[in-house]
C-alpha cells in the first residue's frame, strides 16, 4: 500500500486562524443573536420556530425566525467552508485563508441582514448572499489541491 504524506505550507498558520475565527467567535455571534431575538419574540425553548401564523401578525416573531434560520444555514455550511479551507490551504494558504475571512463576514451580513423585520421574505439576507462565492471558491481550490495529491 503507498502512502502520502503532506507538508504543510509555511504559511498555513493564516488557515488555522482563520478556522479558528469561523469555529468560534461566528457560532457565539449566531448564537446571541437568535437568543436576543427569541426573548424579544417571547418564545419558550425547546421551540425551534414561532408558528407561521403567528409570525405573519408579529414582526418580533418573525425575526427570531429568521434569525434560528440564518443560525442553521451556518451550521449547515460550516463544514463545508471548513474543508475546502483546510484542502485549499494546502496549495494556497494566505488565499484560501482570505476567502474563508471574506465568507465569515458575509455570514455576518447575511444574519444582520435577515432578521429586519422590514425586509419581507427574509429578503435583507440578500445582502450577504455575496458570500456563496467565496465558499465555491475554496472548493474549487480544495479539489484542485486534492487532485494534485492524488495526482502526486
Not at 485549499?88 to 455576518?108: D, E
Request: proline share 7%.
Amino acid at each position: 500500500m503507498a502512502t502520502t504524506s503532506i507538508t504543510l505550507p509555511p504559511d498555513y498558520g493564516y488557515v488555522l486562524l482563520t478556522a479558528t475565527a469561523l469555529t468560534l467567535p461566528l457560532p457565539i455571534f449566531h448564537t446571541l443573536l437568535t437568543s436576543r431575538h427569541r426573548k424579544r419574540a417571547q418564545v419558550p425553548y425547546p421551540i425551534a420556530y414561532a408558528p407561521a401564523s403567528e409570525a405573519a401578525d408579529s414582526p418580533a416573531k418573525y425575526s427570531f425566525n429568521c434569525a434560528q434560520r440564518s443560525h442553521a444555514n451556518f451550521t449547515d455550511n460550516l463544514p463545508t467552508a471548513l474543508v475546502g479551507l483546510f484542502v485549499a490551504g494546502l496549495g494556497w494558504p494566505r488565499v484560501s485563508s482570505a476567502l474563508g475571512v471574506v465568507w465569515g463576514v458575509a455570514r455576518v451580513v447575511y444574519a444582520l441582514g435577515y432578521v429586519r423585520a422590514d425586509k419581507k421574505e427574509g429578503r435583507g439576507r440578500l445582502v450577504g448572499t455575496w458570500g456563496s462565492g467565496p465558499l465555491v471558491l475554496l472548493g474549487l481550490l480544495g479539489g484542485w489541491v486534492g487532485v494534485g495529491i492524488l495526482m502526486g
